[in-house]
């Protein structure tokens, strides 16, 4: 189904040349807008985080390289004998107080608040004799303004609070608390307390045999503080409310769809499994995305989706070359626009989709060098939609290892940010 569309790539950011010799440490792992939709941030596989700012000189929603820092290192576990990655998992920005930037990024075992302000270098007056005074007359130096830099420093670090590999962290309503998941335990913490947390969520069995599903993500309520959800990779999604309990092990609701008989074979737990889980910015519906669908649910409805997206049903058929290759594992994220009526996630061959809520419209857009060489050569568009039918006909040409797992859509905008691979894609409608 072609969709006749307004989107326009806008920007790309990173190697733009033809090679395809890419350096696994600058292979982006994470992206995301802070609440204003005026600074991005990328994170990647060699620890590093990136922010840009938006270019307000430009008269359409472009953004500049702003600053860059080395947010977490390598490590090795003695006690374990394990390396643990410096690749950023997940950020998450905070809401903004004052003239500085406060932003959460994790590895697989850190999480740390790091602190970004511009920083004025001021240098001491070279002369602090003044030749026109009074023979022994002493001046003092003063300090005169040299330059103005922008500063990382980290505030906080959360370390020692996570047995497995955190794979989520959520900011919280009330500005204060955030929470952070790993495999079998969610954690709660205060901004200012580093070296305590609650353990909110729990579900590693007595017997470590007895495990048969692991935690996915996990989210705070957009507006109810006491309230989060988080997922699991038996395709459950469960909501639990703080008030409840100390420790909520007991869900207050839990969304499952039955599977369907016929679909029903050896590759059906992997793909249930649900990569990512989002609230819409009023908390009234969620969206989840699993291997083959995009699931919208209202929170009011558990017993199935108001909404099921196809992305690529096509590849139903080749699941066993998908195992071979572990592309099945691949954990694409998803995400509502800013006014809650589209939803987008990726797909292979760097083509990503946007879908309106009621999953009538499907517009395919590729984040592909390709289209910043046609961006120079004139309109995108015709390149745009021959990716679209070439992705929708058939499979066999589909690259796997060309794939968009991490994206952002701007709160107030549309205008999306894409991870592809080490380049970063700005799209926008016009």
Not at 107 to 113: A, H, R
Not at 284 to 302: A, G, Q
Not at 321 to 340: A, P
Not at 397 to 420: C, Q, R, V, Y
Request: with cysteine; aromatic share 10%.
């Amino acid at each position: 189904m072609t969709e006749e569309h307004n989107w326009k790539f806008a920007q790309c950011f990173g190697d733009k040349g033809d090679s395809d010799d890419i350096t696994e440490a600058d292979i982006i792992s994470t992206v995301e807008f802070d609440q204003t939709g005026d600074y991005l941030a990328t994170g990647d596989k060699g620890g590093r985080v990136v922010l840009f700012e938006r270019n307000e000189s430009k008269k359409n929603c472009e953004y500049r390289f702003y600053t860059e820092f080395q947010s977490h290192e390598a490590e090795f576990d003695y006690l374990k004998s394990l390396e643990i990655e410096e690749k950023i998992n997940k950020i998450k920005w905070c809401k903004r107080q004052n003239s500085a930037h406060f932003l959460l990024s994790t590895n697989d075992k850190t999480i740390k608040l790091w602190k970004v302000f511009d920083k004025s270098l001021k240098l001491v007056s070279e002369n602090t004799m003044a030749t026109h005074s009074a023979p022994n007359t002493f001046h003092l130096p003063k300090l005169t303004h040299h330059d103005t830099i922008v500063a990382a420093v980290p505030r906080k670090v959360y370390a020692n609070a996570h047995t497995y590999h955190i794979n989520s962290i959520s900011t919280n309503s009330d500005n204060e608390t955030y929470l952070s998941a790993d495999d079998l335990r969610i954690n709660l913490w205060n901004l200012d307390i580093s070296d305590q947390s609650f353990n909110i969520v729990d579900i590693k069995p007595a017997n470590m045999e007895e495990l048969t599903e692991v935690i996915t993500a996990a989210e705070f309520h957009p507006q109810q503080c006491n309230v989060f959800m988080y997922s699991s990779s038996k395709g459950t999604i469960k909501l639990s409310d703080m008030r409840e309990s100390a420790l909520c092990d007991q869900y207050a609701k839990v969304f499952e769809e039955a599977e369907d008989p016929a679909h029903r074979s050896f590759f059906s737990e992997i793909i249930s499994s649900v990569s990512d889980i989002n609230f819409s910015h009023d908390g009234r519906y969620i969206l989840s995305r699993d291997y083959l669908t995009l699931k919208i649910w209202d929170i009011n409805m558990d017993n199935k989706p108001v909404q099921t997206i196809n992305i690529h049903d096509q590849l139903r058929s080749r699941l066993c070359d998908l195992y071979e290759n572990d592309c099945i594992f691949d954990k694409f994220e998803c995400t509502f626009s800013g006014d809650d009526s589209h939803v987008m996630t990726g797909s292979y061959n760097n083509v990503f989709h946007l879908y309106d809520r009621q999953g009538k419209t499907d517009i395919a857009l590729q984040a592909d060098k390709s289209a910043f060489r046609s961006k120079r050569l004139g309109s995108s568009r015709n390149r745009v939609s021959m990716a679209r039918n070439s992705t929708n006909s058939h499979t066999e040409g589909m690259d796997f290892n060309k794939k968009i797992l991490h994206s952002s859509w701007h709160p107030k905008e549309n205008t999306i940010a894409i991870a592809a691979t080490n380049n970063l894609f700005i799209f926008t409608e016009q």
